[in-house]
């Protein structure tokens, strides 16, 4: 194994009006509510107890462990939220709340490295005993990823040391030593926190580790199998779906389509994908592969939702993506973003790219209101209220979002998303400096040692020009990698006015401008964005004769508070004329589509359930906002896919 880190991390401020809103609105709102959450000081959510499970664990207070078996990752989550807030907006206040969080968790933390509340508190001696229910590696994945972001963020080493006896205990229980156990995690987390965490300290054996994790899962003989029958327990496991439901059925270089659990699975797929890129080996290079091109051209849905069964929270099968009954589980598609961005690490194709920019914008962002109080756990593509409330099979969409969660993983999950959505725009390899993503920043590199800055500047997304300051700290020379995307149907670039050769300088849809760059060299860019009308593939039997509208990367849908109730009776016909329009005041500021449209003539009392008169139409405008911005009015019916015709 090589164990090189091909990448190097930039440093980058995201400053623009779409973004920078949403960070804003994480760093003043979600970030202190959801610590309210944490200490259960929320009067209308329901009680999270997290913090007190950590005081309890420390011997600090009485009581009993409550919550769930991973309530303390949600602690985690927000404490690598929080990290990266403190990257870009020093806040001391928040330092000293989220310092004493962390003095708190090394005083629950167990003298030879442990650390689970749920175990400390109430099964002291029952510890890895139930690893496929019990989420002790879970744990400690994102207690891990908080502490190496922590680190990043403020040098501080406190929370790292933590987490590293932590990993180190961890790494003495776990192996392919006669010793040690041979068992994985029951939900995949800790295999790509692992690898944070050698990328940070370079210690071997926490890579190793993470990939003994991915190369023992579903081995036989089968250890959760071995595990079960040592506890007794013959319970059949998960229905259908038995041990697909943790991606352990079979050996993961035998999978080639993703199965079960969504939000397990993508984790997984984001370390296979990094273990890919920095072992070079092909086992794992493929398998990443063939499960990209599984989830993200047979079983996602425009939004970037993942996860199209309720039953299990699980991937279903392939082209069966209902609009009305699907989970897409706000953390499967976050989970989506982290593996398009490790696919991005292992080879540089624009197509990761657009995923990562689909989820960013549609149905991540989906999961939370504008306002930063309320959340989606499930983000369907179609909502009727009233059929919620009446068919068990809808019972798990909401049609309004929520204030809290039972099972909190999805908020603080989208927190520590957005406060780190400027680690995804670009990427720095060899000498070359690549731009996945547009959006307003400034960024601070390396590359051939010397010190360049990015300036970007653009109104992205809802226009799509974007001006690109390069500053070398000395002249430089060295390749500047351009994403076109892959919605864009004509681009064109010019460096300091003039026109530059798109065509001859593609390549997997990035330009490769290779150039001595000077201060100040302004590159200008500029994307034609459209209205376009997407059909699905004619497989997908929901969407058959439905049209959705996308603009540049946002995905629209039609809400009952613009176009009246009964949205099934209404079609967009194929030669419609559609504007797009600015509108300042409308959901923070966003791009509306309308139109003329049909709309199945009124339907009076009397009308037959069932007749053969002729169905008549009439005209209508109807107006379509971004999807990620429904419900944040009036709740109500909503649709992304809309009839093509009626008649
Ligand atoms: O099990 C931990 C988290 O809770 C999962 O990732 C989510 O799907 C939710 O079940
Ligand atoms: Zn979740």
């Known amino acids: 194994m090589k164990g090189h880190a091909k990448d190097i991390k930039p440093k980058v401020t995201v400053n623009d009006r779409f973004w920078k809103r949403k960070i804003e609105v994480v760093q003043k709102e979600v970030i ?15 009680p999270s107890h997290a913090i007190r499970n950590f005081k309890i664990a420390a011997g600090e207070e009485e009581g009993e462990f409550y919550g769930k078996v991973f309530q303390d990752s949600d602690v985690a989550k927000w404490l690598e939220a929080v990290a990266y807030s403190l990257e870009t907006l020093p806040n001391p206040d928040l330092e000293t709340i989220a310092d004493e969080v962390i003095d708190l968790i090394g005083r629950a933390q167990q003298n030879d490295g442990y650390l689970n509340t749920y175990y400390t508190i109430k099964e002291p001696n029952k510890r890895w005993t139930n690893l ?4 002790e590696l879970y744990v400690s994945g994102h207690l891990i990823e908080a502490a190496v972001a922590y680190y990043e963020a403020t040098g501080k080493k406190k929370f790292l040391n933590i987490m590293c006896k932590n990993a180190d205990y961890i790494t003495s229980v776990f192996g392919p030593h006669k010793h040690q156990i041979q068992g994985y995690p029951g939900h995949q987390e800790i295999e790509l926190a692992l690898i944070k965490l050698y990328r940070i300290t370079n210690k071997d054996a926490y890579l190793q580790l993470s990939k003994f994790f991915i190369e023992q899962r579903g081995k036989e003989p089968h250890y959760f199998k071995l595990e079960a029958k040592k506890r007794n327990d013959d319970r059949p496991f998960r229905g259908e779906l038995k041990y697909k ?90 989970g989506l973003v982290f ?69 909190a993983c999805c908020p603080p999950n989208l927190a520590r998303m957005v406060t780190s959505i400027g680690k995804h725009i670009y990427s720095v390899e060899d000498q070359q400096l690549f731009i996945h993503l547009y959006m307003g920043n400034e960024g601070e590199f390396i590359i051939n040692g010397t010190p360049v800055s990015i ?24 390749t500047l990698a351009l994403r076109i995307p892959g919605w864009c149907q004509h ?19 990035y330009v490769y401008i290779r150039r001595n760059w000077k201060e100040n060299d302004l590159i200008q860019l500029h994307f034609q964005m459209e209205v376009q009308r997407i059909r699905s593939n004619p497989k997908v039997r929901e969407n058959v004769g439905k049209v959705a509208l996308q603009r540049g990367p946002i995905v629209y849908c039609i809400e009952e508070c613009d176009n009246g109730s009964d949205l099934h009776g209404i079609a967009l016909p194929s030669d419609a004329k559609l504007s797009a329009t600015y509108d300042e005041n409308l959901l923070n500021g966003v791009v509306y589509i309308s139109g003329e449209g049909k709309r199945i003539s009124e339907t009076s009392e009397k009308e037959e359930l069932y007749s053969t008169i002729p169905m008549t139409t009439n005209k209508v405008e109807l107006k379509a906002i971004p999807y990620y911005a429904w419900c944040n009015r009036k709740p109500g019916e909503m649709r992304v896919w809309i009839n093509n015709q009626l008649q």
């Not at 296979?272 to 063939?290: R, V």
């Not at 500047?457 to 226009?463: F, I, M, Q, S, V």
């Not at 681009?491 to 849809?509: P, S």
């Open 245 to 334: 439901y943790n991606q352990s059925h079979t050996p993961v270089f035998n999978q080639t389509e993703a199965v079960g659990h969504a939000v397990r699975g993508v984790y997984m797929y984001t370390a296979i994908a990094e273990l890919a890129s920095i072992t070079g080996d092909n086992t794992f290079i493929e398998t990443a592969k063939k499960l990209w091109n599984n989830v993200t051209k047979k079983q996602m849905y425009l939004t970037g939702g993942i996860g199209a069964s309720p039953f299990g929270e699980a991937f279903s099968t392939d082209y069966d993506l209902p609009n009305d009954t699907c989970y897409n589980e706000t953390c499967a598609s976050i």
């Open 32 to 46: 202190p509510y959801q610590w309210k959450a944490l200490n259960d000081q929320l009067s209308d959510a329901k």
């Open 491 to 509: 681009a064109t670039i010019t460096i300091q006015g003039e026109v530059f050769n798109i065509a001859d300088n593609l390549k997997d849809g």
């Open 132 to 135: 496929r229910d019990n989420h």
């Open 339 to 407: 593996w398009a961005n490790r696919m991005l690490q292992m080879e540089k194709k624009a197509e990761y790219a657009d995923v990562l920019e689909r989820v960013i914008y549609n149905g991540t962002i989906s999961g939370m209101d504008l306002k930063g109080n309320k959340f989606f756990y499930v983000n369907p593509l179609e909502v009727t209220p009233e059929v919620i409330e009446n068919r068990h099979d809808h019972k798990h969409v909401k049609p309004e979002r929520q204030t809290w969660f039972k099972t």
């Open 455 to 478: 300036v970007q500047k653009t109104t992205y997304p809802w226009e799509a020009t974007v001006e690109i300051e390069v500053s070398p700290a000395q002249p430089n020379d060295f």
